[in-house]
């Protein structure tokens, strides 16, 4: 399991436009490969900095087969317009639950 | 819910020794108030890059009583030997879930 971590910086007004267009666009995240669960989090300590956090079954379910879909397409004409930075993407895998 | 996330940069060669001191630690976590659970993940891009995944109930449970605590010496007694860098630590709240 992967655990996708995108860092989205959101234009000053837009933070509601934001999460409505991330919830419309929860189906294409849920119906793609390997996709096992979409979050999104609001950074307390930075105002319009959000976190998406995306479980995937392998890396490549993200890098390869999401972002080379249609899907990501649609994610990004849906959220993409109320980014105020390009967005920050890194990946980890569990080493440790408890 | 908050979600604490600290970025630990462990120093080369000992990021087995720091994982171990992580598992020796959980019990620290999970005895304070608040605490949920604790996660350790290793970033794909950039070896050595740690994140610990912290759930509490609220904001204060880990700035003011973990912090404040005990077990928080020991924690830090127990990991910090192993950082390369001064942790980063932020706080986020979960604005969707699907």
Redesign the interface.
């Given at each position: 399991m992967?655990?996708e971590?995108a860092e989205l910086t959101i234009a000053p007004g837009q933070e509601g436009a934001f999460?409505a267009a991330?919830?419309q666009a929860?189906p294409l995240?849920?119906g793609s490969r390997g996709c096992k669960?979409?979050?999104?989090?609001?950074?307390?300590?930075?105002p319009g900095l959000?976190?998406l956090l995306v479980d995937w079954d392998t890396?490549e379910d993200h890098t390869v087969h999401f972002r080379g879909s249609e899907a990501f397409a649609q994610w990004r004409a849906l959220v993409s317009p109320h980014f105020a930075a390009a967005p920050a993407v890194?990946?980890?895998?569990?080493?440790?639950?408890?």
């Open positions: 992967i655990l971590t999460e991330v919830r929860v995240f849920l669960g979409v979050r999104l989090h609001r950074v307390v300590e930075t959000y976190r890396l890194t990946h980890s895998e569990e080493a440790m639950s408890a």
